[in-house]
T-cell receptor, first 110, second 115 residues
Framework: GQQVMQIPQYQHVQEGEDFTTYCNSSTTLSNIQWYKQRPGGHPVFLIQLVKSGEVKKQKRLTFQFGEAKKNSSLHITATQTTDVGTYFCANKAAGNKLTFGGGTRVLVKP | AAGVIQSPRHLIKEKRETATLKCYPIPRHDTVYWYQQGPGQDPQFLISFYEKMQSDKGSIPDRFSAQQFSDYHSELNMSSLELGDSALYFC??????????????FGQGTRLTVV
């Protein structure tokens, strides 16, 4: 079945620095959704990308969908302690199956 | 705004017992999903329902079953529990009518511990 892989698995970031997490697929994706899960919390929807080369911004977060629609990235600038959590990319296949990547666990060093 | 409600929040069961998890989706949402998340793992898709009919099936063990009722609430029934079933179980709901790939709204989850 279709799989999305995320790298890195862990990201230790100094507060104030930038970082990027990547989501890759071996097949073309019709869409990518990004979710954030705080420690002890539940996944919360952040954004959805559907168009080739699409770029969307939410304050310090920039989401990008690759031209070939096989990869996506999330770039966070000026990391804050509130950015701590696990960021998942996910693909919604035909039907109702939402498949998550392995997630990038972000730890922020103050 | 109303969110997805799951009950119970925590559940402790012994091996070989049965557990029932309940989910109340956001009103007017037509799709319900169930996910299992082990410690440090990503949520694994179990099963989904659209308009009370099963629409997709993932890695759900045969010991588990689920259904969606006329009031749209859903239940996940787990029998012959094993230690490995200990996990966070999330229910999510979405409204297909909002687009071909609607976002999923997750509940707070039920933490099941099998001892």
């Amino acid at each position: 079945g279709q799989q999305v892989m995320q790298i890195p698995q862990y990201q230790h970031v100094q507060e104030g620095e930038d970082f990027t997490t990547y989501c890759n697929s071996s097949t073309t994706l019709s869409n990518i959704q990004w979710y954030k899960q705080r420690p002890g919390g539940h996944p919360v929807f952040l954004i959805q990308l559907v168009k080739s080369g699409e770029v969307k911004k939410q304050k310090r977060l920039t989401f990008q969908f690759g031209e070939a629609k096989k990869n996506s990235s999330l770039h966070i600038t000026a990391t804050q302690t509130t950015d701590v959590g696990t960021y998942f990319c996910a693909n919604k296949a035909a039907g109702n199956k939402l498949t998550f990547g392995g997630g990038t666990r972000v730890l922020v060093k103050p | 705004a109303a969110g997805v409600i799951q009950s119970p929040r925590h559940l402790i069961k012994e091996k070989r017992e049965t557990a029932t998890l309940k989910c109340y989706p956001i009103p007017r949402h037509d799709t319900v999903y169930w996910y299992q998340q082990g410690p440090g793992q990503d949520p694994q898709f179990l099963i989904s329902f659209y308009e009370k009919m099963q629409s997709d099936k993932g890695s759900i063990p045969d010991r588990f079953s689920a259904q969606q009722f006329s009031d749209y609430h859903s239940e996940l029934n787990m029998s012959s529990l094993e230690l490995g079933d200990s996990a966070l179980y999330f229910c999510a709901s979405s409204l297909r009518g909002t687009g071909s790939h609607p976002e999923a709204f997750f509940g707070q989850g039920t933490r099941l511990t099998v001892v």
